[in-house]
């Protein structure tokens, strides 16, 4: 049970097909060669039948994918491998459908061939096309972090999302995720997280505080570059960035809005708690057993907390060694022989961080959407947390919408065939956006 990576727990979890696993990285996809071609598959296609396929290179926990959906019908979702210099290949649909990428008389791919078994292939043309340029800023601490800044091709300044990770390693590459703002209009900055590396036995998670300074220097970044327009610039956080975008938002003065997708918004230790008890539950562990193990990780939680040392673990645990439901909870041994120094100080650090604080100061608007089925986040407690932040808060313009059905990755499984992106987030998003004028609705008719 690792908390520096918590929320890809839900994976292990929940096995409910093979791409909830990959999309959370659980899985090893091997690297793509040619990265900056791999970044010209990104985009928006039209296909001949009418559906608009968005997309493209994606890194979760350090692997490389695809993903391409349709945000609109939501009848065409699919993760996918590259095969070769222009051929992608789904993992999920499992091998049913191939991207081909056409290069232009210049090399550029603006051209794909979609194939799907069984059905005749289709065209697509690429639409509402971008620039990327690579960006370099600085944090507060004097860490440089890297990434890119795509741009619609149209007229600006451009209203800007800056985009916030989950957990573990991730960069700038984040797929539909990207490729879905540039549809309306708004540019999109995205950058490496802190301590960025493709080997996963190297990656240490950064502490939440440093990630959410990073965040606001990303935000103040933007807020300097003349291709954006400063009085639309917002935050997007998914699941981790639940704890790391609001306490950005307060400390760049520069975010207009904040959109959060699966955010947590308790403190994590009760959001990985939660976690560890679906874990645990889908292990066989129930009933005392289960609440005992729980109670006991709470308690070590808090001792963490308080600035103890790792040894004073061993003392909390020792009168349970030998108990069966310890051992399935914790393993064989004392805590001191199972969890590190470093997770331990880890713990201390930033089990008890809240974006309540927060978000009871951020006067801008929030569009906070939780999951009905969330695996990692707990529906109530969240909702009921995040309701009184917003009564608090200086401004009157929140919402939360939560999207029902759906696990923590909005991808609801299908026992004949592939999952479905759950219905309601992107188009409240759409809505919500253009509603406030954080879309630029004349750079093309949609």
Same mark, same amino acid.
């Given at each position: 049970?690792?908390?520096?990576?918590?929320?890809?727990?839900?994976?292990?979890?929940?096995?409910?097909?093979?791409?909830?696993?990959?999309? $959370?990285?659980?899985?090893?996809?091997?690297?793509?060669?040619?990265?900056?071609? %791999?970044?010209?598959?990104?985009?928006?296609?039209?296909?001949?039948?009418?559906?608009?396929?968005?997309?493209?290179?994606?890194?979760?926990?350090?692997?490389?994918?695809?993903?391409?959906?349709?945000?609109?019908?939501?009848?065409?979702?699919?993760?996918?491998?590259?095969?070769?210099?222009?051929?992608?290949?789904?993992?999920?649909?499992?091998?049913?459908?191939?991207?081909?990428?056409?290069?232009?008389?210049?090399?550029?791919?603006?051209?794909?061939?979609?194939?799907?078994?069984?059905?005749?292939?289709?065209?697509?043309?690429?639409?509402?096309?971008?620039?990327?340029?690579?960006?370099?800023?600085?944090?507060?601490?004097?860490?440089?972090?890297?990434?890119?800044?795509?741009?619609?091709?149209?007229?600006?300044?451009?209203?800007?999302?800056?985009?916030?990770?989950?957990?573990?390693?991730?960069?700038?590459?984040?797929?539909?995720?990207?490729?879905?703002?540039?549809?309306?209009?708004?540019?999109?900055?995205?950058?490496?997280?802190?301590?960025?590396? %493709?080997?996963?036995?190297?990656?240490?998670?950064?502490?939440?505080?440093?990630?959410?300074?990073?965040?606001?220097?990303?935000?103040? $970044?933007? !807020?300097?570059?003349?291709?954006?327009?400063?009085?639309?610039?917002?935050?997007?956080?998914?699941?981790?960035?639940?704890?790391?975008?609001?306490? !950005?938002?307060?400390?760049?003065?520069?975010?207009?809005?904040?959109?959060?997708?699966?955010?947590?918004?308790?403190?994590?230790?009760?959001?990985?708690?939660?976690?560890?008890?679906?874990?645990?539950?889908?292990?066989?562990?129930?009933?005392?057993?289960?609440?005992?193990?729980?109670?006991?990780?709470?308690?070590?939680?808090?001792?963490?907390?308080?600035?103890?040392?790792?040894?004073?673990?061993?003392?909390?645990?020792?009168?349970?060694?030998?108990?069966?439901?310890?051992?399935?909870?914790?393993?064989?041994?004392?805590?001191?022989?199972?969890?590190?120094?470093?997770?331990?100080?880890?713990?201390?650090?930033?089990?008890?961080? %809240?974006?309540?604080?927060?978000?009871?100061? $951020?006067?801008?608007?929030?569009?906070?959407?939780?999951?009905?089925?969330?695996?990692?986040?707990?529906?109530?407690?969240?909702?009921?947390?995040?309701?009184?932040?917003?009564?608090?808060?200086?401004?009157?313009?929140?919402?939360? !919408?939560?999207?029902?059905?759906?696990?923590?990755?909005?991808?609801?499984?299908?026992?004949?065939?592939?999952?479905?992106?759950?219905?309601?987030?992107?188009?409240?998003?759409?809505?919500?956006?253009?509603?406030?004028?954080?879309?630029? %609705?004349?750079?093309?008719?949609?």
């Amino acid at each position: 049970h690792s908390e520096s990576n918590s929320m890809s727990i839900h994976a292990l979890i929940y096995p409910l097909n093979i791409f909830l696993s990959l999309v $959370f990285g659980l899985l090893w996809v091997p690297q793509a060669s040619g990265q900056a071609a %791999t970044e010209q598959f990104d985009g928006s296609f039209r296909l001949q039948s009418g559906e608009v396929i968005t997309g493209g290179y994606m890194v979760e926990n350090a692997q490389s994918l695809f993903l391409y959906m349709d945000t609109e019908r939501l009848d065409r979702v699919g993760l996918f491998e590259r095969i070769s210099d222009t051929l992608l290949r789904s993992i999920e649909p499992w091998e049913a459908v191939e991207i081909e990428f056409i290069p232009d008389a210049d090399g550029q791919y603006n051209t794909l061939i979609w194939r799907e078994q069984g059905r005749q292939p289709i065209r697509g043309e690429r639409v509402y096309p971008h620039s990327s340029r690579a960006i370099e800023f600085v944090s507060g601490d004097g860490t440089q972090l890297q990434g890119r800044l795509l741009l619609p091709d149209c007229p600006g300044p451009h209203p800007v999302v800056v985009v916030v990770g989950g957990s573990g390693p991730v960069n700038r590459y984040v797929g539909t995720f990207t490729t879905y703002f540039l549809k309306y209009g708004v540019a999109v900055l995205a950058y490496d997280k802190r301590g960025y590396t %493709t080997n996963e036995d190297a990656w240490r998670e950064p502490d939440l505080v440093d990630l959410s300074a990073d965040a606001a220097a990303a935000v103040r $970044f933007a !807020a300097t570059q003349p291709e954006l327009d400063g009085d639309r610039l917002g935050l997007f956080g998914s699941s981790q960035g639940g704890w790391v975008a609001p306490p !950005a938002a307060v400390a760049a003065s520069e975010t207009d809005f904040l959109i959060v997708r699966s955010g947590a918004a308790l403190t994590s230790a009760k959001t990985v708690l939660h976690e560890i008890r679906q874990e645990l539950r889908a292990e066989g562990l129930a009933g005392l057993d289960l609440d005992y193990a729980m109670d006991l990780r709470r308690e070590l939680y808090a001792l963490a907390i308080s600035g103890a040392r790792l040894s004073a673990a061993d003392t909390l645990v020792a009168p349970y060694l030998d108990k069966p439901w310890y051992r399935a909870a914790f393993g064989e041994g004392p805590i001191s022989e199972l969890w590190s120094t470093e997770r331990w100080e880890w713990s201390r650090r930033n089990h008890a961080v %809240t974006p309540i604080p927060s978000l009871e100061r $951020f006067a801008g608007p929030v569009l906070w959407f939780l999951a009905e089925l969330d695996e990692n986040v707990p529906l109530v407690p969240t909702r009921a947390a995040l309701e009184r932040a917003f009564s608090a808060a200086p401004g009157d313009d929140h919402e939360i !919408a939560v999207i029902n059905d759906a696990p923590h990755s909005f991808l609801i499984p299908s026992a004949d065939g592939p999952p479905r992106f759950a219905g309601g987030f992107w188009g409240r998003m759409e809505e919500w956006m253009v509603d406030r004028d954080f879309t630029e %609705t004349t750079c093309w008719d949609k």
